[in-house]
Nanobody, 123 residues
Framework: QLQASGGGLVQTGGSLRVSCAASGRMVRDYVVGWFRQTSGNAREFVAGIKKTGHTYYAASVKGRFTISRDNHKNTVDLQMNSLTPEDTAVYYC???????????????????WGQGTQVTVSS
């Protein structure tokens, strides 16, 4: 089971950190991805982290967002800096143990999903 938390309301230019906590499985054994979704749109890849720790980012967030894994806490966090209203969305974390590198950005390749957490950036 995955549980996302940490969303909220922030002004443009501000920062937020969302966290994905796993129970019943160890995050280090999975590829974990963060996706976001706005009303009427498909889930959009934001960032992913492989079992090896290698990270991947969507072009729109590269340099502003950082994905990290804490094996002791069994969490995968997404630190979001320099937020803009375009980052407003429901953020979801997902995990899969068998996903290949080229499929990391594909939401349909993940077996496990957490509930979303709302991130709202005001202008």
């Amino acid at each position: 089971q995955l549980q996302a938390s940490g969303g909220g309301l922030v002004q443009t230019g501000g920062s937020l950190r969302v966290s994905c906590a796993a129970s019943g499985r160890m995050v280090r054994d999975y590829v974990v991805g963060w996706f976001r979704q706005t009303s009427g749109n498909a889930r959009e890849f934001v960032a992913g982290i492989k079992k090896t720790g290698h990270t991947y980012y969507a072009a729109s967030v590269k340099g502003r967002f950082t994905i990290s894994r804490d094996n002791h806490k069994n969490t995968v966090d997404l630190q979001m800096n320099s937020l803009t209203p375009e980052d407003t969305a429901v953020y979801y974390c997902a995990a899969d143990s068998r996903i290949i590198q080229s499929s990391i950005p594909r939401a349909d390749q993940y077996d496990f999903w957490g509930q979303g957490t709302q991130v709202t950036v005001s202008s």
